[in-house]
Nanobody, 124 residues
Framework: QVQLVESGGGSMQAGGSLRLSCQAS????????MGWFRQAPGKEREAVAA??????HYAESVKGRATVSQDPTKNTGSLQLDKLKPDDTGIYYC???????????????????WGQGTQVTVSS
């Protein structure tokens, strides 16, 4: 069982930046990929970004504003999001899974492990 803990959430102003971190208890074959999802109030959880097999993936809503990275030597991952918008508000979740198919990264059901989430609130 792999445990994930997110940190770095909080209240931010629109136009600012945030950096979220995810600490995994272990990096195994079933947790080598790391992803970020978010859930706004009243909405479904949506994919934001992911790293898998040396590739990075971004949702259209954050492309050009987000940088996702992973350090397997430290069992950590991070998500940097710039030019924040109020629409970026939500609970951000870190997720882990084994190697992903290129087009599957944004499907919630393929991610095996989830963190508890960290709240991000962006005000205008």
């Amino acid at each position: 069982q792999v445990q994930l803990v997110e940190s770095g959430g909080g209240s931010m102003q629109a136009g600012g930046s945030l950096r979220l971190s995810c600490q995994a208890s272990a990096m195994t074959a079933s947790s080598s990929s790391m992803g970020w999802f978010r859930q706004a109030p009243g909405k479904e959880r949506e994919a934001v970004a992911a790293t898998s097999g040396g590739r990075v993936h971004y949702a259209e809503s954050v492309k050009g504003r987000a940088t996702v990275s992973q350090d397997p030597t430290k069992n950590t991952g991070s998500l940097q999001l710039d030019k924040l918008k109020p629409d970026d508000t939500g609970i951000y979740y870190c997720a882990a899974a084994g190697p992903l198919l290129r087009d599957s990264w944004n499907k919630k059901e393929i991610w095996k492990y989830w963190g508890q989430g960290t709240q991000v609130t962006v005000s205008s």
